[in-house]
C-alpha cells in the first residue's frame, strides 16, 4: 500500500531534550516536506527537499533541521525543543516528474508533540 | 504572512444540502488544491485546479478559480455525513504548498 508513515505517533517530552520524529514512504517520491499545523494558523510549512542531499527552508524552519540521506527518508530532527513547538506535524511526499509543482502530496498520520 | 484563508471558517448543514466553501490566497500560484482533513488525521488529496483553468469537476465537487481576485472556492454537492471534516486549499507556487486556515464543515443527519 502506497504510504507515508511517521513515528512516532505521540510524544511528550521536556524542554531541552534533543526528540527526532521520522517520516518514511514507500512511493518512491522526490519531494518531501514538513508541516505543523496549530489552531487557528492552519498548515505551515517547516523544510522541504527536492531529492537526495536537497533541503531548503519553508515558512517556519526556526528551532528545526532536516536530513535527506536517503530518497524514503526525512527525519525532523528538534535540536533543543521548547514548548512553543508543542503542536501537530506532518510528512508529505510528492513526485517531481512530469511538473512536479502540479502534483497532490500525500500525507502522514501526524505526530502529535508536546513539550513540557 | 503568505497564508491564504478560507471562507467560512466554520459551516454547519443538513444532509443532502451543498456545501460551498470559499479560499483566498496571496502569491502567484501555479495551481490550487483542495485536501480534506478528519479529525487530527493526514490531509488527504480531493481536486487539483490549474492556473489556466476556471472550473474543474470531480464527482460530487465542483472547484473554481478565480486568478484575478486570487480566490477559489469548493462546492460538495449532496453532501453526506462522512463529508464532516475540515477542508484546506493549497495554493501551488513552485516548491511548496502554502495553505489557509481551513474550513470545518460539519453534516447533520
Known amino acids: 500500500e502506497a504510504q507515508v508513515t511517521q513515528n512516532p505517533r505521540y510524544l511528550i517530552t521536556v524542554t531541552g531534550k534533543k526528540l527526532t520524529v521520522t517520516c518514511s514512504q514507500n512511493?518512491?517520491?522526490?519531494?518531501m516536506s514538513w508541516y505543523r499545523q496549530d489552531p487557528g494558523l492552519g498548515l505551515r510549512q517547516i523544510y522541504y527537499?527536492?531529492?537526495?542531499?536537497?533541503?531548503d527552508k519553508g515558512d517556519v524552519p526556526e528551532g528545526y533541521k532536516v536530513s535527506r540521506k536517503e530518497k524514503r527518508n526525512f527525519p525532523l530532527i528538534l535540536e533543543s525543543p521548547s514548548p512553543n513547538q508543542t503542536s501537530l506535524y506532518f510528512c508529505?511526499?510528492?513526485?517531481?516528474?512530469?511538473?512536479?509543482?502540479?502534483?497532490?502530496?500525500?500525507f502522514g498520520p501526524g505526530t502529535r508533540l508536546t513539550v513540557l | 504572512s503568505q497564508q491564504g484563508e478560507e471562507d467560512p471558517q466554520a459551516l454547519s448543514i443538513q444532509e443532502g444540502e451543498n456545501a460551498t466553501m470559499n479560499c483566498s490566497y496571496k502569491?502567484?500560484?501555479?495551481?490550487l488544491q483542495w485536501y480534506r482533513q478528519n479529525s487530527g488525521r493526514g490531509l488527504v488529496h480531493l481536486i487539483l485546479?490549474?492556473?489556466?483553468?476556471r472550473e474543474k469537476h470531480s464527482g460530487r465537487l465542483r472547484v473554481t478559480l478565480d486568478t484575478s481576485k486570487k480566490s477559489s472556492s469548493l462546492l460538495i454537492t449532496a453532501s453526506r455525513a462522512a463529508d464532516t471534516a475540515s477542508y484546506f486549499c493549497?495554493?501551488?507556487?513552485?516548491?511548496?504548498?502554502?495553505f489557509g486556515t481551513g474550513t470545518l464543515l460539519a453534516v447533520q443527519p
Open positions: 508529505a511526499s510528492r513526485n517531481n516528474q512530469a511538473g512536479g509543482n502540479y502534483n497532490e502530496q500525500f
Open positions: 502569491t502567484s500560484i501555479n495551481n
Open positions: 512511493m518512491n517520491h522526490e519531494y
Open positions: 485546479i490549474r492556473s489556466n483553468e
Open positions: 493549497g495554493s501551488g507556487a513552485t516548491n511548496k504548498l502554502i
Open positions: 527537499s527536492m531529492n537526495v542531499e536537497v533541503t
